[in-house]
């Protein structure tokens, strides 16, 4: 039967990293691949984490299974963290699953099992691997205007516009904070007139929020979740572990269940575990395991906290780094954008010669939309970034 498989189109991102590698030049730069990295090029394992690492290791007593939905502790722990106080824990729902992506799929699982009908609204462009799995599951994708070419900011008439034509039974997939690959976001105000329009036409907001933390701030960039999370009468919350606790490989991730109405949890809470047994049973642990015990012990927590802050306000400093020379060789403020944007990511508005340009001609490597991780800067590869990036024109 394997004769009538047909070969799959490559991950681009994937690609683009294994091509950055088979390059002989000692001079290239990478910013393509979504990891953090520090100044050295290293994705560094978390202070909090190695601690907790070190705890685990000398008091875990058994590897047996958790639970369907994982160790209630963590879900605990995380829906305080991206929920705070908005809603009553007795309104939330939630499942450990396999990274920010196992709950991305499960939650568009449990779309398809409420409504196999329903269209899911996305941002355009939004994370590739959004469509990739809706393509993959025969689910109905609907796009929204999102980016503005011209001012690299969010259009949002345009996305207002095409919202306006969900209705009850649909989905809008929304990032929480730190959009992929764009890196501009919408503001309070924006967000409240989203909520308005979904409270309007019946829709069911799903946030992903896989970057807590590196925006404004771990509250300011649980904002707008929780605003949506508090006001509509149904939420779908995918969110991840990998970025903002660094345990990438753990494959960390919860998916949540919001419902107004208290007296739905029981059995939002049964879907959970039941769409977890039909797909990989009980959820990774370890990940989960380390991430409960730094939110829960006030030392860890603390040390985790100051490093997130060190991360995300480095992204800044490098932001406003490179605007600032890019401003210096151009001569014009035509990217300060760049500054204005938040999170790991950039789009930098780049036709598909120019990325191609900065890749063969200057080693500089960005994802084909012109999708740049800013975390795969440093001090001294800035400049560097800069002046190819004017040399090709854009």
């Known amino acids: 039967m394997f004769e009538t498989l047909k070969e799959q189109p490559a ?60 160790d209630p ?9 991206v929920l705070g106080d908005a809603v009553s824990r007795e309104q939330v729902a939630a499942a450990a699953t396999p990274g920010g992506t196992g709950a991305v799929r499960q939650g568009f699982d449990l ?16 994370w590739p ?38 209705k009850k ?3 809008v997939l929304v990032h929480g904070c730190c959009h992929n690959p764009t890196g501009a976001n919408l503001n309070m105000t924006e967000w409240q007139a989203l909520v308005d329009l979904l409270l309007k036409n019946g829709a069911t907001p799903m946030v992903d929020i896989a970057y807590q933390g590196f925006g404004d701030g771990l509250e300011e960039d649980a904002a707008a979740t929780r605003l949506i999370a ?48 039909q797909n990989f049973s009980f959820p990774p642990d370890h990940g989960a395991r380390l991430v ?19 991360m995300r306000t480095g992204m800044l400093a490098l932001r406003e780094q490179l605007a600032d020379e890019l401003r210096r060789l151009s001569g014009s403020d035509r990217f300060g954008f760049i500054a204005q944007h938040r999170g790991m990511f950039s789009r930098l508005g780049a036709t598909p010669e120019q990325v191609d340009r900065l890749r063969d001609e200057h080693g500089i490597y ?9 975390a795969g800067l440093n001090k001294n590869t800035v400049p560097i970034v800069a002046k190819a990036m004017i040399a090709v024109g854009i």
Not at 111 to 126: C, I, K, Q
Not at 237 to 251: D, L, P
């Open 230 to 277: 508090s006001s509509v009468p149904e939420t779908i919350i995918a969110a991840s572990c990998s970025k903002n606790f660094g345990i990438y490989r753990e494959r960390t991730g919860i998916l949540m269940l919001v419902s107004q109405d208290a007296g739905q949890q029981k059995l939002n809470q049964g879907t959970l575990a039941y769409l977890n047994r």
């Open 73 to 81: 502790a963590f879900a605990d722990a995380m829906i305080a963290m």
């Open 111 to 126: 779309v398809r099992m409420a409504n196999p009908d329903a269209r899911v609204f996305v941002s355009d462009p939004t």
């Open 366 to 374: 960005l994802v084909g939309d012109s999708r740049l991780n800013i």
């Open 11 to 70: 991950d681009k991102i994937l690609a683009l990293v294994q091509t950055y590698r088979d390059d002989p030049r000692e001079v290239k730069v990478d910013l393509g691949v979504g990891v953090y990295k520090d100044a050295s090029g290293n994705t560094p394992i978390m202070r909090a984490i190695k601690s907790a690492e070190q705890q685990l290791w000398e008091a875990e007593k058994t590897k047996a299974y958790t639970g369907l939905a994982g």
């Open 292 to 310: 409960t015990m730094v939110l829960e012990d006030d030392a860890l927590r603390s040390d985790w906290k100051a490093e997130v802050e060190e």
């Open 129 to 166: 691997n959004h469509l990739s799995i809706l393509k993959h599951m025969g689910m109905e994708m609907v796009p929204y205007r999102y980016f503005d070419d011209e001012t690299r900011g969010v259009d949002f008439n345009g996305m207002m516009e095409d919202l306006a034509q969900a």
């Open 169 to 171: 039974g649909d989905v």
